[in-house]
């Protein structure tokens, strides 16, 4: 089985302060991560993913997410957050190469000028 | 670039019709999804597809049933929708990678845009 968990229905930071999205996940064996944005009336977009390697990920827009295998976390993070990464979050994971993900309920993140 | 495409972005239908919401993917993915989206909820996968005429039941679907006849094209179908059937249905695809590749580039999934069914 495996499950994620993501604490906050509403993140609300100011422009240009740093942002974080939590992310904690349940899984046997070794987790691939995932991030998702789904900007307002528009799909879902890949953001970042953990495979192997290094544990902090660099994704698009300028989001970083670190991975701890201890916590069994996998934050979003951006250093200067801006209006428009204003959307709605989605932290994923999955056991193995194919085959099913199971996603968060979601983070609103909403930046205000 | 990945193009996942879903027939309709808004569709109404009647209690008791039967729906049929389809999906086509351009990038030969070997996986495909039918996910529906509800306020709160968040993603919730309804059947998932490894390869043509294949499919496995995901965490909720009573109620649906899936056709994958093509490997571009999956099909979402409500025999006889009902009003908890309204809501956001999102397909997705992904790559299966296999040996070196394996865990490599292919995992992530790529989403169409939606459609927002309404059942009344």
């Known amino acids: 089985a495996q499950s994620v968990a993501q604490p906050e229905d509403q993140v609300n930071v100011a422009e240009g302060n740093p942002l974080t999205v939590k992310c904690t996940y349940s899984v046997s064996g070794n987790p691939y991560l995932f991030w998702y944005v789904q900007y307002p009336n528009r799909g879902l977009q890949f953001l970042l993913k953990?495979?192997?390697?290094?544990?902090l990920v660099k994704g698009s827009y300028g989001f970083e997410a670190e991975f701890n295998k201890s916590q069994t976390s996998f934050h979003l993070k951006k250093p200067s957050a801006l209006v428009s990464d204003s959307a709605l979050y989605f932290c994923a994971v999955k056991r193995t190469n194919a085959g099913k993900s199971t996603f968060g309920d979601g983070t609103t993140l909403t930046v205000k000028p | 670039d990945v193009k996942v495409t879903q027939s309709s972005r808004y569709l109404v239908k009647r209690t008791g019709e039967k729906v049929f919401l389809e999906c086509v993917q351009d990038m030969d993915h070997e996986n495909m999804f039918w996910y529906r989206q509800d306020p709160g909820l968040g993603l919730r996968l309804i059947y998932f597809s490894y390869d043509v005429k294949m499919k496995e039941k995901g965490d909720i679907p009573e109620g649906y049933s899936v056709s994958r006849e093509k490997k571009e094209r999956f099909s979402l179908i409500l025999e006889s929708a009902s009003t908890n059937q309204t809501s956001m249905y999102l397909c997705?695809?992904?790559?299966?990678?296999?040996?070196?590749?394996?865990?490599?580039?292919?995992?992530?999934?790529?989403f169409g845009p939606g459609t927002r069914l309404t059942v009344l």
């Open positions: 953990y495979i192997t390697g290094d544990n």
């Open positions: 997705a695809s992904s790559k299966s990678g296999t040996g070196k590749l394996a865990g490599g580039l292919y995992n992530e999934q790529f």
